[in-house]
Every structure is written in structure tokens, then in C-alpha cells.
């Protein structure tokens, strides 16, 4: 193959009617281009048009289904986790921006002078992500070790948790 294009790129007249290679049959044929058929247009439907032309049924959505305590127990350790690195980012940022620090942000909310029921309900508010984030990931390291991986378990378990959550988040708060 190498030596055909050699042999055609080394002539001096391209005369390409007259060069002859194994891949063409008669020297003398000529090739000749016709114009291509443009295809017919039609209607630009969209995707849910075209799904009623044919018929097909519509796919179901998330909102038809149940919510179920694990996918909630999921997504809520996956948020606790997030509030949490936040809650680190914000105090790193508080040590470097703020002059006086941590106290400094502490005698500033005591000066607010809010009710302590208040205070109370804003700690544990506070403290909770780290309670529930916390036993949570307990419960994640007891199915590593292959226990409690039934669905009556699992939902027993989940319960566990989010009381215990509160009840230490609650406890960590009157400290």
C-alpha cells in the first residue's frame, strides 16, 4: 500500500485517470458526485409529545414514594456531617478574623441578653448535628462488624438513635 501512494506522489503529472492500483478495476472510470436528497423536515416534537404519540406510560417521580426512616436516617447523617464541617470552618474563621476569639463571641451572645430557655434551646439546637452525627456513625460501625443488619434491626436501631440523639443533645445543653 505504501509503495502505491509512493509510486503516485513521486510521478511528476498527477494524471489520476491513468494511474492504476489494486483498488481500482479500469483506469478510465470516472467518478461523478450527485446531490445528496435532503431529508424530508418534520415537526420538532418534544420529548413528552413524542412519548404520548407512542403510547408509552409516564415513568413514576420521586413524590410517589413513601418516605422510609432509612433513607431519611441517611440523608440526615449526610447533613449532619456537612452542618458539622461548617460549624469548623466558621470557628476557624471566628479564631482568625475575630480579635478576641472564641470568648469574644461568647460575651458577645451573653450580652444579647436572651432568656435562658432560650440559650438552653439553642445549644442543644446546636449541639444536636454532633449527638446525632455521632451515634449515627456508631450504628454505621456495628453493620461494618455485620450486626443489627436485619430491617426489623435496622429500623430499631434508627429509632435508637434519634432518641438518643436528643436525649444527649439535650443532656450536653444544661452543661
Given amino acids: 500500500m505504501a509503495l502505491v501512494y509512493t509510486r503516485l506522489l513521486c510521478r ?7 494511474f492504476r492500483c489494486l483498488y481500482t478495476s479500469n483506469p478510465t472510470t470516472v467518478c461523478a458526485s450527485l446531490p445528496a436528497l435532503k431529508p424530508a423536515t418534520t ?16 415513568s ?5 414514594y413513601q418516605l422510609q426512616l432509612t433513607s431519611m436516617l441517611s440523608v440526615t447523617h449526610r447533613g449532619t456531617g456537612i452542618v458539622l464541617s461548617s460549624y469548623a470552618m466558621i470557628l476557624g474563621l471566628g479564631t482568625l ?7 469574644c463571641m461568647v460575651q458577645a451572645i451573653a450580652a444579647w441578653g436572651l432568656p435562658s430557655a432560650v440559650l438552653y434551646l439553642g445549644k442543644a439546637m446546636f449541639v444536636y448535628p454532633l449527638t446525632y452525627h455521632y451515634l449515627n456513625g456508631i450504628r454505621h460501625l456495628a453493620w461494618d462488624l455485620g450486626k443489627f443488619l436485619t430491617i426489623k434491626d435496622v429500623y430499631k436501631t434508627g429509632w435508637t438513635v434519634v432518641g438518643l440523639s436528643a436525649i444527649a443533645a439535650l443532656a450536653i445543653a444544661a452543661l
Fill in 97 to 103: 478574623f475575630v480579635p478576641g476569639g472564641v470568648p
Fill in 43 to 58: 415537526a420538532c416534537e418534544t420529548h413528552d409529545e413524542k412519548n404520548m404519540r407512542l403510547k408509552r406510560p409516564l
Fill in 60 to 64: 413514576p417521580h420521586l413524590t410517589i
Fill in 12 to 18: 511528476r503529472n498527477l494524471d489520476l485517470k491513468s
